[in-house]
């Protein structure tokens, strides 16, 4: 960093495991390590795009940020006005109010609202939890609110079920913008919804971004998604985080061959693009039983014998490309024996 | 802000339609339903009405001639006293209502609020308390459970209601457990956690509104349970203590029985079939109604 | 693709389904008609509730009825009208000269049964094989799709595998009695992009090596063009654009596809500030408008498009469009 503006957001050894109990007598016999060591960091305005398949712990990841998921271990530094506090040690008191500052978006609109609440009732919930406003000021909130999303005050008295997916989706949004926070986990918010409905969402969150400065975490498991609103990208399998870079030179010049597979799959809405596929073999682990070495060398065509026996370590494959008008960038780096120094 | 669209005008144009309101359209249209609901708003008027003084006031009234027939002045003539055989029956009607309405609300109540609990802190020490609890209750035989509260609790009148009700209310938890299990997984629960709403609120805001369609049907079954159970208890003599109902009809005609006088006997079966099969009836068609997957 | 002369292998002409609800009849097929040719991979494309999936299900009387009804229509499969058969008729067809595979490998397998057991059923119930006989040809299917060790994969149950292995065993139940025709209903769109990219590879190559027509229901544009010849666009219930890929990506004739492919995210060089949008929602088919359905969402209607349906135009590339946006195609009234 060139600058000395703090990070919003300091990810440092974060661990998640759920243990595995015997049936007969509870006792613990494995763990699905389902978050494994991940750090990062993120400066206040800056998007993070998590990108991965199903069980690499991307969803988990984000949950364990605020706390939904209590984190096993690691630490999770949050820049409440200058001072890095670890959100993960917090107390319950000091978690309530922290709460106010880290928000999430969910991804199914059909089961992210409570039916049988209002719209108001809903986007009420997060000011009288946490006393903010009278009821005056409530008021003008929520209609605040809905125009920030693009709905109109009179809907506020409806119910969740008179809604579409996307319609839906915006009210959780709004949700989230209530206690204004500075962070907001999106997880997977327009993977639910259909195609043309999608962009009106992603151009909703740009203006959030834009305008409000809000820092995210965005994950999904749609590159072209990704893509759209990250400014740096992280791409995560089986727990761990194997390449992160600024999100132009992850697509431009991608290292990890998981990356470069998953970039391949992608099908290209253009037929004459008749794209040299990488095909993995196998499937997707299951964290329950990750393979030795690199977690990847099952499916991986340049696997060596040091990718099946030792874990790769995270090097930086190229340095920070810093600007004037880029001056939060961060650098390439990928966990990969290919790269080891 | 330019780019969100407003796209709402077709939901704040539409009418209200709530999730009740599809509900309701749903069950108007199951007509034994339909016959079964008025059926009990029949009885349910009776029982107000004895409840309320204005008529079958003289129950207990030793007026007519022992074992009377049917009779325009009897109905259903008269029992082995010379009572009116009619003026009980409909009398007992409120006594069933009294039993059915206290033990169905408040074993509904309490099982909801234990089978929340436990379900929402599913595989914790709270849950396997209340499961441990419900499993002790449900192994003691009925009829025995509720002998022991009556005999305990000596001449207090509503000794079988409060035996009933430490019965009942483990069906209902059951039920609510299992769907509590699967609620608080829904997207919406994890949303109220991330704003730090307390779990104690979470659980009576957001997950018990959300059990009302097996509640519903929860305390149909439990009313006709109890006015089953009545029968019985009363019959065995530790049911109604004071008063008139079916079950001690029912019992009182036995000897009758025996020497061939059934008008007793067939007028409090009679009724409570009556109330029974159609309380039966509202209930199924309630739940085909309050049914989550059709209606939302 | 088949060489030389391609016959009609299906034929759906006027094809209307009707649904019951409780505000009313919901009409989710409007007279939908379309070919499939022997060898040809159709590719039924549109957003939910366009009536994509309706489609696909009534070739094999699948809609439920009630709430479903088909009102109107044939669905000529080698001369012979389906919607004409009983159900044991149906019966025989299905699974052996058209089969069909699901969205979800979850549900569409029976988790107490095994994969082999499920799957020398539907050999022994159409091609009456022996015992002996259909467990060998099961085991040759199943190496056929790509599942390794298939002679030990056949005796393990359905939640033994994983999703994409799942959807393998139902194409390979698909499959088994050589089918003309096969029906996927959004195969791949309950798998991670990595295993969707290996099971739409091994449906490609199983059709040109049975030289099936394929019909494809998807909402993925990108999954249409990486696999079908052809393509079909669906919006309301209707049919609104019918070309062959390369001509529907490059220069799509209907409003509603060019705002699809231009409003889907996609990976660009330079990415875009904001994301082009079809403004407006997709109607509720209870309240249809008078004239073309897109009219409400189209920067190109004008008053004739509100209140005059278009029809479907065109010879070889259809569009149903008063305006299309390609000046070769024909257009309708004005």
């Known amino acids: ?341 | 802000m330019n780019t969100a669209v407003m796209t709402d005008n077709t939901v704040a144009d539409a009418p209200r339609r709530t999730l009740w309101s599809k509900a309701f359209y749903k069950f108007r249209r199951d007509r034994a339903g339909m016959l079964g609901l008025g059926i009990v708003l029949v009885y349910a008027f009776v029982a107000l009405g004895v409840w309320l003084g204005l008529w079958a006031t003289g129950w207990a009234d030793v007026t007519g001639p022992k074992w009377g027939p049917v009779s325009a002045e009897y109905w259903f003539g008269t029992n082995l006293i010379g009572q009116d055989i009619f003026a009980r029956a409909l009398y007992s009607t409120r006594t069933a209502f009294e039993v059915g309405l206290v033990v169905a609300i408040l074993s509904t109540i309490i099982g909801a609020v234990f089978g929340a609990f436990s379900g929402y802190f599913s595989g914790g020490i709270t849950d396997e308390l209340i499961v441990w609890l419900m499993g002790v209750l449900d192994s003691i035989p009925f009829y025995l459970l509720v002998a022991a509260i009556a005999f305990s609790l000596g001449d207090n009148p509503y000794a079988m209601h409060i035996a009933m009700i430490a019965t009942f209310w483990i069906g209902t938890a059951r039920l609510v457990r299992g769907e509590v299990i699967k609620l608080k997984e829904y997207e919406f629960i994890e949303a109220a956690r991330s704003i730090g709403v307390s779990q104690i609120v979470i659980i009576f805001r957001h997950i018990l509104p959300n059990t009302m369609h097996i509640l519903l049907v929860q305390s149909t079954i439990t009313f006709v349970a109890a006015i089953k159970s009545e029968v019985i208890l009363s019959f065995l003599g530790i049911g109604v203590q004071d008063g008139m109902s079916w079950g001690l009809m029912i019992s009182e005609s036995t000897l009758e029985v025996l020497a061939g006088f059934f008008n007793n006997f067939i007028a409090a079966s009679l009724l409570m079939f009556g109330l029974v099969m159609a309380f039966n009836m509202f209930s199924d068609a309630l739940q085909d109604a309050l049914d989550p997957r059709s209606v939302s | 693709m088949s060489p030389g002369v391609s016959q009609t292998l299906l034929s759906v002409r006027d094809l209307t389904v009707e649904f019951a609800t409780e505000q009313g009849r919901v009409r989710a097929v409007d007279r939908v008609s379309f070919d499939v040719q022997a060898g040809e991979i159709v590719g039924l494309v549109g957003e939910s509730g366009c009536g994509k999936t309706v489609t696909g299900l009534s070739v094999l009387g699948l809609v439920p009825r009630p709430p479903g009804d088909i009102v109107a229509g044939e669905i000529l499969f080698e001369g012979k009208d389906l919607l004409q058969l009983d159900e044991s008729g149906m019966r025989a067809v299905r699974g052996g000269d058209i089969s069909m595979i699901f969205q979800e490998p979850m549900t569409a397998l029976n988790p107490v049964f095994t994969i082999g057991a499920q799957m020398t059923e539907v050999l022994r119930l159409h091609k009456q094989l022996s015992r002996s006989q259909a467990r060998a040809a099961t085991i040759e299917m199943l190496d056929l799709v790509g599942i390794p060790a298939p002679a030990k994969r056949i005796d393990e149950y359905p939640h033994q595998l994983s999703g994409g292995m799942r959807q393998r065993v139902m194409i390979a139940m698909a499959l088994s009695c050589g089918p003309k025709l096969l029906i996927a209903d959004e195969p791949t769109t309950a798998l991670d992009v990595t295993t969707q990219a290996q099971v739409l590879e091994q449906i490609v190559k199983l059709q040109s090596q049975f030289d099936m027509g394929v019909i494809l229901v998807t909402h993925d544009l990108g999954v249409v063009a990486e696999t079908c010849d052809r393509a079909l666009v669906m919006y309301c219930g209707e049919i609104v654009e019918s070309a062959p890929v390369g001509e529907l990506f490059e220069s799509p004739a209907h409003p509603y596809t060019a705002g699809l492919l231009s409003s889907i995210p996609r990976i660009r060089e330079q990415r875009l500030d904001r994301l082009p949008v079809i403004d407006g929602v997709v109607p509720d088919l209870l309240h249809l408008p008078p004239g073309c359905r897109f009219a409400d969402r189209c920067e190109r209607a004008n008053s004739a498009c509100r209140k005059q349906r278009p029809d479907l135009n065109g010879e070889s590339s259809l569009v149903r469009c008063f305006k299309p946006l390609s000046e070769t195609k024909a257009g309708g009234a004005s």
């Open chain 1, 1 to 341: 960093m060139t600058n000395d503006v703090k990070p919003l957001l300091q990810v440092r050894n974060l661990r998640k495991y759920f243990p595995v109990r015997g049936r007969l007598f509870r006792t613990v016999q494995a763990q699905v390590k389902a978050v494994d060591d991940v750090s990062f960091e993120l400066m206040p305005g800056q998007t993070l795009g998590l990108v991965g398949e199903s069980g690499c712990g991307k969803s988990t990841l984000g949950r364990a940020l605020l706390r939904l998921h209590e984190p096993t271990s690691g630490e999770v530094l949050f820049n409440n006005e200058g001072d890095m506090t670890d959100v993960a040690s917090m107390d319950k008191a000091e978690l309530l109010k922290q709460r106010r500052e880290m928000q999430m978006i969910f991804q199914d609109p059909f089961a992210s609202l409570s039916p049988r609440r209002t719209v108001a009732q809903t986007l009420l919930e997060p000011l009288e939890t946490h006393g903010i406003g009278t009821a005056a000021e409530r008021e003008d909130k929520l209609k605040e609110l809905m125009k920030t999303v693009g709905l109109r005050p009179q809907v506020l008295h409806r119910y969740p079920h008179e809604f579409s997916g996307g319609q839906r989706q915006r009210i959780g949004i709004a949700r989230a913008l209530t206690l204004n926070p500075k962070f907001i986990v999106a997880d997977e918010p327009v993977s639910a919804l259909d195609v043309s409905v999608q962009s009106q969402v992603l151009n909703l969150i740009k203006e959030l971004q834009e305008e409000q400065g809000i820092s995210f975490l965005f994950v999904s498991h749609d590159l072209a998604v990704i893509q759209h609103v990250s400014d740096v990208v992280a791409v995560m399998y089986l727990g761990s985080i194997v390449e992160m870079a600024d999100a132009g030179e992850l697509f431009a010049n991608p290292k990890h061959p998981y990356t470069q597979a998953l970039l391949s799959a992608i099908p290209v809405p253009d037929p004459k693009t008749k794209s040299k596929r990488i095909i993995l073999g196998g499937d997707v682990p299951s964290p329950m039983n990750p393979p030795t070495g690199c977690p990847f060398h099952p499916r991986c065509s340049q696997a060596t014998d040091a990718c099946r026996s030792s874990e790769p370590v995270q090097t930086v494959v190229s340095p920070p490309d810093t600007t004037d008008s880029a001056p939060d960038a961060g650098p390439h780096t990928v966990s990969c024996h290919l790269y080891a120094p």
